[in-house]
């Protein structure tokens, strides 16, 4: 990070001296801009996910805290980096785009602000938007309700793929864009893929339908190659290995799995322990994998860990935030009433995509899920077994708090969630249905904050 700031800088005084030479070639200026900001971008719009993460992968249960279980909640660094480093860098980057004839980039930036808009919505329901990014016009702008930002969403979506097709461009991404390299059609699979993730969302609503969200994955992610994720190395570390794992293994320790993610891998899907379960924890000397129980104090002590070697955590690992499991899964369910054959299969393929992602061997991968409590037939596929199984791919992944709360936390065998534990009573106020909004927002625009603020455990509208 500190080195693309100091890029970017760098480039900016220098442009500025080059400028006032009027024998300069302008476009040489502007190329030098939009590939400084976009480098940035994405790498801020992967924080801002991974800084949810940590907060919304407790809410969903998959980690738990060495402190305490955690009660209300604000996230207010992803509330702050999505708005200042996504939305108004967004927003920065396609500006400066579309003034210098450049679709290809402004493309890749409403993807990007797309993107931080759903994590912003999915973690708060309304938000202001429309009236957000026009800097000291107005400091305390107005409220979207949650639908006006879902429309918000698609319409970013829908004119970044315009823009991404554009036949002609004056300047177009390459090797700083981190995430694709200038791969223009894994742009456009990005989007489609963020259109069905979000129409997934929206189909308990009238305005949306099962074949919505298949549309969009029949023209979105074909492959792992695809993913939409931030690759990081021995320079940009990755913050999971920073934050989390460098932290535990000190004795600063922070959160790790739970004991309901734990058990789940152990013992809850098939007859032998998920093959995943040893490369997304770490036991270190111990012989027994056992999760953290955070809200009980008679439970036993955890042994697993993050460590340096655990997937999420290496020094070289990407954040992942959207996958081509998570797009079959997605397909999965929408396509469970309509063609339950495209269902089962879609289900299996997302399975076989998140081990192959994560390193399980190929025996190893080809015995579960030859398992009878996992190849169940089209037939016997349901929405409970989807979601089990998305559950454990979207590992420290916000969308997975998303699907828990679409059914409403639900701990039947026909939710996906059998066995979870509810805490309830005394300090707890579980399930948590939304962050309560940053006390910097509330100082800042309380007038505002006070019209749509809600509980902690009141649904959103997307989830009545």
């Not at 900016?12 to 070639?25: A, K, M, R, T, V």
């Not at 938007?129 to 107005?142: F, M």
Request: proline share 4%.
């Amino acid at each position: 990070m500190r080195n693309i700031l100091f890029l970017f800088v760098g480039l900016f005084f220098l442009g500025c001296s080059d400028y006032l030479d009027i024998n300069e070639d302008p476009n040489r200026l502007r190329d030098v801009q939009l590939s400084s900001l976009l480098p940035n971008l994405a790498e801020r719009t992967s924080n801002n996910y991974y800084s949810a993460s940590i907060t919304t992968s407790q809410a969903c249960y998959q980690i738990g805290s060495y402190f305490q279980h955690f009660q209300e909640f604000t996230l207010s660094g992803a509330w702050s980096g999505a708005y200042l480093s996504g939305l108004q860098n967004g927003q920065d980057l396609v500006q400066r785009a579309e003034e210098q004839s450049s679709p290809h980039y402004a493309g890749v930036g409403r993807v990007l602000m797309a993107f931080n808009l759903g994590l912003i919505t999915d973690c708060w329901e309304d938000a202001p938007y429309s009236d957000a990014l026009i800097g000291t016009e107005n400091i305390t702008p107005e409220y979207d309700s949650q639908e006006q930002l879902y429309s918000s969403i698609m319409n970013l979506l829908d004119q970044a793929i315009l823009d991404l097709q554009a036949e002609e461009s004056l300047l177009s991404p390459g090797s700083e864009d981190l995430i694709y390299g200038g791969d223009l059609d894994k742009w456009i699979r990005a989007a489609h893929a963020l259109k069905a993730r979000y129409a997934l969302h929206l189909l308990n609503k009238p305005s949306t339908a099962a074949s919505d969200v298949l549309d969009a994955v029949d023209l979105a992610f074909t492959s792992n190659d695809d993913d939409l994720q931030l690759v990081y190395n021995a320079i940009r570390r990755n913050p999971y290995h920073t934050d989390i794992a460098l932290g535990n293994n000190t004795g600063n320790f922070t959160v790790t799995h739970s004991n309901y993610f734990i058990d789940l891998l152990k013992e809850g899907l098939t007859d032998e322990a998920d093959p995943r379960l040893p490369l997304l924890a770490d036991i270190g000397l111990d012989t027994v994998f056992v999760g953290i129980t955070d809200f009980d104090s008679d439970a036993p002590a955890n042994t697993v860990n993050f460590s340096e070697s655990t997937w999420h955590s290496t020094e070289q690992a990407p954040v992942v935030m959207c996958s081509y499991s998570e797009l079959k899964f997605i397909e999965a369910e929408a396509a469970l009433q309509s063609d339950p054959g495209r269902a089962y299969d879609a289900y299996l393929e997302g399975i076989r995509a998140n081990m192959m992602k994560v390193g399980v061997s190929a025996e190893d991968m080809n015995d579960y899920l030859s398992d009878s409590r996992v190849a169940v037939g089209a037939g016997n596929l349901t929405q409970g077994l989807i979601l089990r199984q998305k559950y454990v791919a979207l590992f420290l992944n916000p969308e997975a708090w998303v699907d828990m709360r679409r059914v409403n936390f639900n701990n039947s065998v026909m939710s996906g969630y059998e066995g979870l534990v509810i805490p309830s009573g005394g300090q707890f106020v579980d399930p948590a249905q939304r962050a309560q909004y940053p006390i910097e927002e509330v100082s800042r625009n309380g007038a505002e904050v006070s019209k749509v603020a809600k509980g902690l455990n009141e649904p959103m509208w997307r989830d009545q």
